[in-house]
Each structure stands twice: as structure tokens, then as C-alpha cells.
């Protein structure tokens, strides 16, 4: 393994295809399971990349029964008539992967599974001991400071995810972190309360109250848009408010991950204050590996004549320059 | 007796090491599956159309997952001829792989250049016509689904095209497949590949739009396999079997019972495409399950199995 001294970028392994069993699940706030995964010890990636999910049964795969596992062939005649391969969604989806542990030879990766759709859903309703069909790892990954600045790490809801994987990687190389995370409601919010977040209505105000920022040693601003917990409206508003009190020392990086409309709002204020400011996007994706052209966004490219091109998510992100992106198009 | 499959299969002028090939546009420009195995393990590669200027594709979203499928209109996004043939190509040209490039164009002036040049490089196995793109305003599809048009663009390729196998991917949007195959194989076609993606609209019920910013795209997986096993049927039954024209059989191939089908329709190979979405590793799961399969049957060859269709089903 090949350490950049600077920035503690370790190279990555190229994506595999793996059968990874789901060792944990756990439920958190309103319809979020986090699902943790037994991944090969050589395992290597970097906060921000992802993992292909195929969400649907391997039929396959040998069954499982009592944990005796059956081969393929039956000892049966074969049966003649329709017996339907496919069952559930067809391409794959994007996870990021979130907190990775690691124990010895044994390496997990944590993801966070919000319901949405038959996808998320088949993930959600996986049990212990299922194996988990995942091509990865896939993207680009957040670059952590060359200095000694305050990283801003901007999370709405399962825009958690990466975030929390960057927040282990940010304390481990020492550098200074402060967290703001947003979600529609208190109840919502897929994290441990260290104690019950109280509400402090149009004040951004840093606490200890989340978990798993807190055990990082990183204090947490919270926001919900109905004002039940930390400050009252969208997390981009906190930290704009907290922009506007300025900073000590060198500027902020900011690190963002979350729904579209959060970004962009997380670009505007990294543009208005000249922050350097890296996101993670999230797109539909046919394929995760650069063949299916589906994922495109639109970036600033004074190279071409239109003086921006399409990029892959996928493969030139998911984790881009914020400052760099065109947002007109989802 | 030797109970050795040969799995080797002859396409136009291609000698194919096995009936599996990658499909347009599902597997780039070859290396992107590179990462999850060896290319060279594959009868062919079909590569993404190109155009002879490099083009954008269309605005985002591109894609949508239907039940059992999945459309699309990417837009003939690629990156032209000419970085095709100096960047992409030699890449390719380093696998052991047959290469069939695809090539797209809003004019038959731009089909017929792109394929004169195309001929001339030496690492071009074979030239698909794409006629058969639902997604593009202009060219692809018209060609695709006007039997004088077809024939038309097809003769003047086949005058451009000497060394390479011309092969014709058909359009499954017609009436009848089959007269679209006639006029391809009459103006010289080589072999025939179907079908391409079926026209569809997926519309979200929430909003009142229509989930593509392009309206409609190509609907494929395993949602369209059984209209391309009988579209394939029936251009084996009306053309491609008497007039000893190869069949490239696309549509749902994910396993190699699916491979099986499209043999016995009368393929004489297949190309894999949204299942290297589903499973990048599919193409070499196919190529070394296929062996076991033509064994079990007692074939020696999946030429053996090329149309090999029983009078009538069970009743």
C-alpha cells in the first residue's frame, strides 16, 4: 500500500465483483437501516467512492437451507412450463460507503439503506448471513487538506453516509473537523444521541449530541427543517449563518454530500465566500463502470466550445469539485 | 468419440472462438470490462456507435428502469471516428477479440464515410450499421424502418466495405422484420444482428413528465427477450437460414439457457447487453458455461443447436 504523505491518499484496489454477507443490520430514525458488510481483508478504498448493489435474489445461487447448502442440480425430473427467472429491479444501485472497520484481517464496510423504492427495500429487508451481490470499489474520493484548516463536513440525510467515512479518515490524520447535518425531523435522523438534541431555533449551534461525530471528537451543528432538533430550517442555513460570524485562521474546506438542492446551495455559499468545496453527487446509474452513459452531469470546461462538458458520475465522480459543477440539469 | 465442444462459430468473415459477443453500447469501448475479465475470452466485441463527429448524447436523465427492463436514450454519445480510431481502437486491438464497431450517422453520406474508414483499418473485424437507434431526431432508425431507404444505404456501404464483415442491426419497430432483413441481405449485408431496443415512454405518474428528457427511449432487458427470440425466428425462417446469412440474436441475454433459446431460434451467436449492467461478469459466465450446456444436449457445436426448434409446443 503506497501512502501519499501529504494528504494520506492510500492507492486504491481497481472494482471487483464480490458476494459480501451482511453480518449486521440495525435500524435507525425513520426509514434508514444500516447494513454492515464482511468485505475481503485486502479491501481497500477511500471515502466518497461506492459500492454497485444488485438488488434483487441470485436464483441462481445455491439456496441456503439450515445452513446445509443445496447445489444447483436437482435430483428431480425436469419440469416443463414457465418457471420465471428476474425477479425484482434490474440495474444495480449506488451506495456509498460509509464507515469502514477494520479488525485484524476482518474489514467491514457500512452502508446506509434509506427506503425509497423496490431497491432499497430488498436491501433494507436483507438478513444476517445474506450474501450481498456488490461491484466495487467504484469513484472518486474526497481529498483531505494539505494543511492544517478547519473541514466543514455539510450532511443531509443519507448524505451521511460518505461523510461519516470521511469524518474517521479526517480525525485520523488530525485534522480539525466541525460537522453540520440536516434532516426534514429529529425522529428522521439515522444517529445515536449522546443526549436529546434540543432545539435552538435560528442558531447554528455545535454540540456533542450526535454519536458518531462526537467519538471522532467532532462537534456536530444539527438542523431540521421543521425546527424539532438543533437549528430551524435547511442546513445550508445554518452554515451560512455560521459563515456569516467568520473564522479564525486559514479558510474552511467544505465537504458536502445530500440531495441536489442542498449542494447547490452548498456551491453558492462556497462560491460567495471562496471556499474550496468538494461534493458528492448522487445520479441514476445503469451500469457504476463508465460503459452505459447514463450518469452524466454537466461541468465547466472552458476547453470546449459550449464551455461545458458531460462528465460520468460514476466514473469522474461521484465526488467532484463543487465550484466546478453546472447545476441546471438533475 | 470425442466429447470436445468446439465452441467456434463463423459470422460474415468473423471466426468467432465462441457465440458470445458484447453488445453495442453495453460494454463501451471494450475496456471498461476489462476490470472484471479478460476481453479476449469473447467471440466479439461490439463496440458503442460511433459517428463521425464526436457527439454529447442527450440531456440527463438518460435512463429508466422499467419492470424487468429498462429504457434508455443516451443519445449516440461517443467520441467520433476519428479519436475512435486513434485512441480507442488500439486499446482494443491488444485483445485477442474480433472487433465489430458500430457506427451511427444522421446522413447515408456519414454512414458510408465512417465505414470506408473503417474498412481501411486492419483492427476492424466487422461494421455494424446501426439503422435501428430509436433515440436520435435524425438517421438511425429511419434507415432502420423503410425497406428502400435500407437497401439504399446498405448497397452504397457494401461498395465502401471490402474487407470487413457488414453486418445490419435491425430494427424490432417495424411491421414486418422480416422484409426489413430481405432488403439488408439483398443490398449485400453479410449478417444480420437483432434486435435493437424497442421504443417505450416511461411517464412519472407524479408529476405528469416523462422520466427521459429525450420522452421516449430504447426499452431492453429481459422484457424484450421473448420478441427478439421470435423476431429472430422469423428472419432465420424467412431469410437468414435460407439464404445461409448469420444471425446475431441481441435482446435479454443474461444466462445461458437464454443463449440456448436464441441458438434454437436461429442465432448463430449473441451479444450480451443490459445483463453487463446487471453483472459485468457476464459475458465469461456465458462463454464457460456454455460448453457444459451444448455437452448435456449432446451437441458438439452450437451450430448443432443454430435453428434447431421443435414443430410445436407441448400441448
Known amino acids: ?330 | 468419440m470425442s466429447d470436445k465442444v468446439d465452441l467456434s462459430v463463423t459470422v460474415g468473415r468473423i471466426r468467432m472462438k465462441n457465440p458470445i459477443a458484447t453488445a453495442s453500447g453495453c460494454s463501451g469501448y471494450g475496456e471498461e470490462l476489462a476490470a472484471f475479465f479478460d476481453p479476449s475470452i469473447l467471440g466479439a466485441i461490439v463496440t458503442k456507435s460511433i459517428t463521425l463527429a464526436p457527439c454529447e448524447g442527450h440531456p440527463p436523465p438518460r435512463l429508466a428502469e422499467t419492470r424487468a427492463g429498462m429504457l434508455n436514450a443516451i443519445g449516440l454519445a461517443n467520441v467520433g471516428l476519428e479519436a475512435f480510431l486513434n485512441e480507442k481502437l488500439p486499446a482494443l486491438a491488444q485483445y485477442d477479440v474480433p472487433v465489430i464497431v458500430s457506427v451511427a450517422g444522421s446522413t447515408q453520406e456519414e454512414y458510408v464515410e465512417a465505414a470506408r474508414a473503417l474498412d481501411a483499418a486492419t483492427d476492424v473485424a466487422g461494421i455494424e450499421l446501426n439503422v435501428s437507434c430509436p433515440n436520435v431526431e435524425k438517421g438511425g432508425m429511419e434507415f432502420g424502418v423503410d425497406a428502400r431507404l435500407l437497401a439504399g444505404l446498405v448497397e452504397a456501404a457494401r461498395q465502401e466495405v471490402s474487407r470487413a464483415t457488414l453486418i445490419v442491426k435491425l430494427s424490432p419497430n417495424v411491421t414486418d422484420i422480416a422484409s426489413m432483413a430481405r432488403a439488408a441481405v439483398d443490398a449485400g449485408a453479410d449478417a444480420l444482428s437483432l434486435i435493437n431496443t424497442l421504443r417505450g415512454l416511461a411517464v412519472d405518474p407524479w408529476t405528469g413528465r416523462p422520466v427521459l428528457t429525450n420522452v421516449t427511449g430504447g426499452l431492453s432487458g429481459p422484457a424484450i427477450k421473448p420478441v427478439a427470440l421470435y423476431m429472430v425466428r422469423r428472419v432465420w425462417e424467412e431469410v437468414a437460414g435460407p439464404r445461409g446469412v448469420a444471425i446475431m440474436g441481441l435482446g435479454g441475454i443474461q444466462f445461458v439457457e437464454d443463449v440456448l433459446e436464441f441458438l434454437r431460434a436461429g442465432a448463430t451467436c449473441v451479444a450480451v447487453g443490459t445483463a453487463n449492467f446487471i453483472n459485468p461478469e457476464t459475458g465469461r459466465e456465458l462463454v464457460e458455461g456454455l460448453g457444459e450446456a451444448l455437452r448435456k444436449l449432446g451437441c458438439r457445436s452450437p451450430r448443432d443447436l443454430v435453428g434447431a426448434l421443435e414443430a410445436g409446443g407441448k400441448t
Open chain 1, 1 to 330: 500500500m503506497k501512502a501519499d504523505a501529504a494528504t494520506g491518499n492510500v492507492n486504491v484496489l481497481p472494482a471487483r465483483r464480490l458476494k459480501l454477507p451482511v453480518l449486521d443490520r440495525r435500524h435507525a430514525g425513520r426509514e434508514f437501516v444500516w447494513l454492515t458488510l464482511e468485505a475481503p481483508a485486502d479491501w481497500r478504498s477511500l471515502p466518497g467512492q461506492f459500492v454497485n448493489v444488485l438488488c434483487m435474489p441470485d436464483e441462481h445461487a445455491p439456496a441456503a437451507t439450515d445452513g446445509r447448502v443445496l447445489d444447483g442440480e436437482s435430483v428431480w425430473p425436469r419440469t416443463e412450463g414457465l418457471e420465471l427467472a428476474q425477479p425484482g429491479p434490474i440495474v444495480r444501485r449506488p451506495y456509498s460507503i460509509s464507515r469502514i472497520r477494520r479488525e485484524g484481517d476482518r474489514v467491514r464496510l457500512i452502508l446506509l439503506v434509506q427506503r425509497r423504492g423496490a431497491g432499497s427495500r430488498f436491501l433494507q429487508e436483507q438478513p444476517v448471513g445474506a450474501a450481498l451481490d456488490v461491484v466495487g470499489p467504484l469513484g472518486t474520493y474526497f481529498t483531505p487538506p494539505t494543511d492544517e484548516r478547519l473541514c466543514v463536513l455539510v450532511s443531509g440525510g443519507c448524505g451521511l453516509a460518505p461523510i461519516l467515512g470521511l469524518a474517521d479518515r479526517l480525525a485520523a490524520l488530525g485534522k480539525p473537523c466541525l460537522s453540520f447535518f440536516g434532516c426534514p425531523t429529529a425522529a428522521a435522523m439515522p444517529v445515536t444521541f449522546r443526549t436529546p438534541p434540543a432545539a435552538t431555533r435560528d442558531r447554528p449551534e455545535a454540540t456533542e449530541a450526535i454519536e458518531e461525530f462526537a467519538a471522532a471528537g467532532i462537534p456536530t451543528v444539527l438542523a431540521t427543517d421543521d425546527g424539532s432538533a438543533g437549528f430551524g430550517g435547511p442546513v445550508t442555513a445554518a452554515l451560512e449563518t455560521w459563515l456569516g460570524e467568520g473564522w479564525n485562521g486559514r479558510p474552511p474546506a467544505l465537504y458536502g454530500c445530500g440531495p441536489e438542492p442542498m449542494l447547490k446551495a452548498l456551491a453558492k455559499l462556497a462560491e460567495a465566500h471562496d471556499l474550496p468545496c468538494q461534493v458528492s453527487l448522487e445520479r441514476y446509474m445503469g451500469c457504476g463502470v463508465g460503459v452505459c452513459l447514463s450518469c452524466v452531469a454537466k461541468r465547466r470546461d472552458p476547453a470546449s466550445n459550449k464551455g461545458w462538458t458531460y462528465f460520468l458520475t460514476c466514473r469522474d465522480g461521484p465526488v467532484v469539485d463543487a465550484r466546478e459543477m453546472i447545476w441546471d440539469e438533475t
